[in-house]
């Protein structure tokens, strides 16, 4: 089974939409993060969460916003989706840096493709 | 000015051939460097971390120069599986997370 998993994996939904995405990790990692990606821009941080109280805005989070339920679970959500949005979604964990470094290597679920009509 | 340039390519190789490429940054405060690979429509798999030393691993070596800041990583004897986009991420003080728009490698048999 995969360390981290999202659903759905692909999404098509209509402008105004409120749609959410879902990530569940088994590695135990404690940082979790959203990216999207789209073509020409590479991959941009959307929100960022060190433990279960923590979330913090990445380069891209208007429009967006996150919940962290559990150490496992961090869902991503569009409350009024709009076309460009539309971009491969990925959900990243992580462990904390350590032994003088300051980040570690993440780990990324396999991507929800998300179109807004 | 975006924080990580990197040439899109694409590059086509023959198998067997050596390969560079490299990514540039433009805030002299970032801590952390990193190679991802991308297969098409898969997600990122890391490939490397950038020390100020240099590393190398197998048929890959990355290293950072801070003093003109950019990072690289050097691909020898290349193969048809190493086929695939190349991004390189550089990390910042205060958690910014950068990465580059990647760049495409085909190797041709």
């Known amino acids: 089974d995969a360390d981290v998993t999202q659903t759905p994996r692909n999404r098509i939904t209509k402008t105004g939409k409120r749609i959410m995405l879902e990530c569940s990790q088994t590695?135990?990692?404690?940082?979790m993060y959203w990216y999207r990606q789209d073509p020409g821009l590479g991959l941009r941080l959307i929100y960022y969460s060190f433990d279960v109280k923590d979330i913090n805005k990445g380069e891209i989070s208007d429009g967006y916003s996150v919940s962290r339920q559990a150490q496992a679970k961090f869902s991503l959500s569009l409350e009024s989706a709009i076309p460009n949005q539309t971009a491969l979604y990925f959900c990243a964990t992580s462990e904390p840096g350590g032994q003088g470094k300051f980040y570690n290597e993440q780990f990324f679920g396999p991507g929800t493709r998300l179109t807004v009509l | 000015r975006k924080e990580v340039e990197q040439d899109p390519g694409p590059f086509n190789v023959p198998e067997g051939a050596t390969v560079a490429f490299n990514c540039t940054y433009s805030?002299?405060?970032?801590?952390?460097f990193f190679w991802y690979r991308q297969d098409c429509r898969k997600e990122p798999k890391l490939l490397m971390s950038?020390?100020?030393s240099g590393n190398e691993d197998g048929r890959f070596t990355a290293q950072l120069n801070r003093a003109s800041q950019y990072i690289s990583l050097l691909i020898r004897d290349s193969k048809l599986s190493d086929s695939a986009t190349y991004l390189c991420?550089?990390?910042?003080?205060?958690?910014?997370?950068?990465f580059g728009t990647g760049t495409s490698l085909t190797v041709i048999p």
């Open positions: 805030n002299s405060a970032s801590q952390s």
């Open positions: 950038v020390y100020s």
């Open positions: 991420v550089v990390i910042r003080t205060g958690n910014q997370f950068y």
């Open positions: 590695k135990g990692h404690d940082r």
